[in-house]
């Protein structure tokens, strides 16, 4: 893939990815509507992903779109709508229109929020159970994925992302952690799989205490996980002990799921 757009590139993944996706002879083309810095093999572009004329010149001549672009958690509906959702749909729409091959999205965990710890390990392609808004607006851009890909022919891989952040920060991300350099290994998988067609896949590393979620369909596209959570337990657990009745452990999206995400009755 010698040249990949990348929205959402100033964010924590996109800052995440863009060293560790870099290749001799690629092509990295940041865009975010925040301001950014071209490095060495890269491109950057300031827009925001709701602009259909914009993000269409910002997918001519990419081979693949990695969509990170939006918000990364809840706000209110008319935010989701405009940003996470319309977005989404114009994100795909750009690139069928400039002829871009493949798509792969960012999505979550929270597209399935309250499947129950009955469940896990929850399947691949698990219907959705989203746990608010923000988890809706994933719902809707994997269904938009699957229509890309079957009427229009776009191979099309949507990534549900546990907790992508530098190192555990509790006791839930010791099974839910994806470190930084699996986040790499991953989406590498995804732009490397030949002709991979529509995919929901989970993101996660292989973590001691895991076992939450499928790893079958990410490991069929490549992905081999190295990293485990575990070498920060001690840590994490010296500043907060695990209680398995804490309700975080209830459904896989966690603190997403308390009634302190209801939305007010105005």
């Known amino acids: 893939m010698p040249t990949i757009l990348i929205t959402g590139a100033a964010g924590r993944i996109g800052t995440m ?53 939006g918000y990364a958690g809840e706000e209110d509906w008319e935010a989701i709508l405009d940003v996470n959702i319309d977005g989404g749909y114009t994100v795909f729409e750009a690139a069928r229109r400039a002829g871009v091959s493949r798509v792969i999205f960012a999505s979550s965990n929270h597209a399935v929020g309250f499947a129950p710890r009955a469940s896990f390990p929850v399947p691949d392609y698990a219907f959705p159970q989203p746990d608010t808004f923000y988890g809706v607006s994933k719902v809707a851009v994997e269904a938009l994925a ?40 991953l989406f590498e998988a995804c732009l490397s799989a030949p002709r991979p067609g529509f995919r929901v896949i989970f993101g996660v590393s292989a ?60």
């Open 17 to 69: 990815l863009r060293t560790r996706l870099a290749r001799p002879g690629r092509t990295l083309r940041l865009l975010d509507a925040a301001p950014l810095t071209a490095g060495a093999g890269e491109e950057a572009i300031r827009a925001s992903v709701t602009g259909l004329d914009a993000m269409t010149a910002a997918c001519h001549g990419a081979d693949a779109v990695i969509h990170l672009g």
């Open 146 to 185: 699957s229509m890309y890909h079957h009427r229009y022919g776009l191979d099309a891989i949507c990534v549900r992302i546990l907790t992508c952040d530098e190192r555990p920060a509790n006791p839930r991300a010791l099974s839910t952690w994806l470190s930084p350099g699996d986040a790499g290994r």
């Open 207 to 266: 973590n001691t205490r895991g076992g939450w979620v499928s790893l079958n369909e990410a490991k069929s596209l490549g992905y081999e996980p190295q990293d485990d959570a575990e070498i920060y337990a001690a840590e994490v657990l010296a500043r907060a002990p695990a209680d398995p009745d804490d309700p975080v452990f209830r459904y896989l999206g966690g603190e997403f799921t308390l009634p302190a995400r209801d939305t007010p009755i105005s």
